[in-house]
């Protein structure tokens, strides 16, 4: 089936190249760090040495998560308006792990020393066990997406073993964000982060900002391809996104509520700093109102009917409802969690330029994934949905 990756439009290969350009600019962007060193290439510094990298490792892990939702309709249902939708949630998992995985990898002093994670493991290290449910999901969804479409080439059922991998999937998926939330929520000295709602608002944010991901993505593919999933299941998805939101809304309300009625100084200051402003500094303060406000724009979108049922007003909804989920989880939460530091005062950061230009090469990476793997599942359905045509 891989073959199938390798004829298309010349859009689809402009595309492609686009994507290949963005990663040689990141790779170089990425060689100017290690030479100069993160202290001259980055904005991070003592006071803050997680920033917009590990910020992209929260965000996507979630949306790599979000698959599961999906998948668990479909085989454990049997909701067949799932069929089309679930490969291609799967394999968007797979880029959005990939996305994770190299968010950390890139940022690291000496990125080959990832590998001593695995020669020397360290069970009590929670990044040591950050990394084998991430490598793990990414096994399995490669080999559940790949074997159910492999079968549908061949027309044939897929495999009985297959379900052993799937219905492990579905259990692993919740997994990679819940461990990811456990690296924030355990560190005492970050008030921001030190809650014991953090995983359950990691789940609720991705089983929102994932699946508004996968309705855009089923939705461009349908009107590049003529791809169509099915009107039913995007408004099911879509109806997943609601509920999911909803919950993501009322932890982070929650979160706000126990901060300034406990009236706890340090618990209040990271929400003071990213929506009014610490002690003159309100870099943030613009970031943290635009998510509000695309998630009341997101929210009302998706509440009412008639928008949800229209395409044009429902790619907007799960626009503003990714991006408000991105802003917040994948920026803000990083910065909010190290500003004020422990002596409560602050010390600014912003993305420097390689920092953006090497993540933007981690998003093309992964997106190219995507890409490859859409189109082979494309190419696959329309070739065996043409064959029926000709056989009647």
């Known amino acids: 089936m891989v073959e199938k990756a390798l004829k298309g439009s010349l859009k689809y290969w402009l595309w492609l190249l686009f994507l290949v350009t963005i990663v040689v600019i990141a790779f170089f962007a990425w ?3 290690h030479h100069y060193g993160a202290g001259v290439a980055t904005g991070l510094h003592r006071d803050l040495t997680w920033g917009f990298q590990i910020g992209q490792l929260a965000f996507f892990v979630g949306v790599a998560a979000s698959a599961v939702p999906v998948v668990l309709s479909y085989y454990l249902h049997n909701y067949k308006e799932f069929a089309k939708l679930t490969i291609l949630a799967e394999f968007m998992a797979v880029g959005a792990v990939m996305i994770a995985m190299l968010s950390v990898f890139v ?7 990832v590998f001593n994670v695995l020669l ?21 969804n490669i080999l559940c997406g790949w074997a159910v479409l492999h079968s549908y080439y061949k027309e044939a059922p897929y495999p009985s073993w297959l379900k052993f991998f799937i219905y492990w999937a579905i259990i692993w ?3 990679i964000h819940i461990v990811t939330a456990f690296l924030l929520q355990g ?4 008030h921001y982060w030190l ?19 996968l309705i855009i993505l089923a939705i461009l593919v349908k009107k590049l391809t003529k791809f169509d999933v099915g009107e039913k299941a995007l408004q099911t998805v879509a109806k997943i996104v609601i509920y999911a939101f909803i919950i993501n809304l ?7 509520f126990t901060a300034f009625y406990s009236g706890i100084h340090s618990h209040m200051a990271p929400f003071i700093y990213l929506f009014a402003g610490y002690e003159g500094h309100a870099e943030w303060v613009p970031f943290s109102w635009i998510s509000m406000i695309l998630a009341a724009i997101g929210l009302v979108l998706l509440l009412v009917p008639y928008t949800r049922k229209r395409e044009t007003t429902l790619v907007l909804a799960c626009f503003a409802v990714f991006f408000s989920v991105w802003i917040e989880k994948g920026v803000l939460l990083m910065v909010g969690g190290f500003t004020p530091n422990v002596f409560e005062t602050v010390t600014p950061y912003f993305p420097a330029l390689p920092e953006v230009l090497i993540q933007a090469g981690v998003w093309a ?7 490859i793997l859409y189109k082979i599942t494309v190419e696959v359905f329309k070739s065996k949905e043409l064959a029926v045509k000709l056989k009647k």
């Open 31 to 33: 060689q100017y760090e």
């Open 107 to 113: 940022v690291m002093g000496q990125p080959t020393r």
């Open 120 to 140: 020397y493991p360290t069970p009590n290290s929670l990044i040591f066990w950050d990394l084998v449910v991430l490598s793990t999901y990414l096994f399995l």
């Open 173 to 175: 998926g919740p997994s």
């Open 187 to 190: 560190l005492p000295g970050r």
């Open 195 to 213: 809650t014991a709602i953090m995983a359950a608002r990691f789940l609720a944010s991705a089983f929102s900002a994932g699946p508004a991901l």
């Open 250 to 256: 009322l932890l982070f309300a929650f979160e706000f």
């Open 365 to 371: 990476i992964g997106f190219l994934v995507i890409t």
